[in-house]
């Protein structure tokens, strides 16, 4: 079997290479995660942002119905009460 000092030796260098691969896995994580935080956060620039979708029936809008009128008489203080 090998002696007592290669063992040492040979477990020295496996762990060193493992804590290197583990700090570069790390290093590569960190600047990933701060790359992405950049991006999210960039101020918000007029006309660059993507508005999903549009309203599904937007003929709704056009009249008010009974409650919204409710609402609109309460808000201006001209309810009848």
Do not use: C, H
Not at 1 to 18: P, R, W
Not at 47 to 74: H, K, S, T, V
């Amino acid at each position: 079997m090998a002696d007592e000092q290669t063992t040492k030796n040979v477990a020295y260098i496996i762990l060193g290479i493992s804590f290197l691969v583990m700090m570069w896995f790390i290093i590569k994580q960190a600047r990933q995660n701060r790359e992405e935080s950049i991006e999210s956060n960039l101020p918000n620039i007029a006309g660059n942002d993507q508005r999903p979708g549009n309203a599904i029936n937007p003929e709704q809008f056009d009249e008010p119905d009974e409650e919204a009128l409710e609402e609109m008489a309460e808000l201006l203080d001209l309810d009848d009460d």
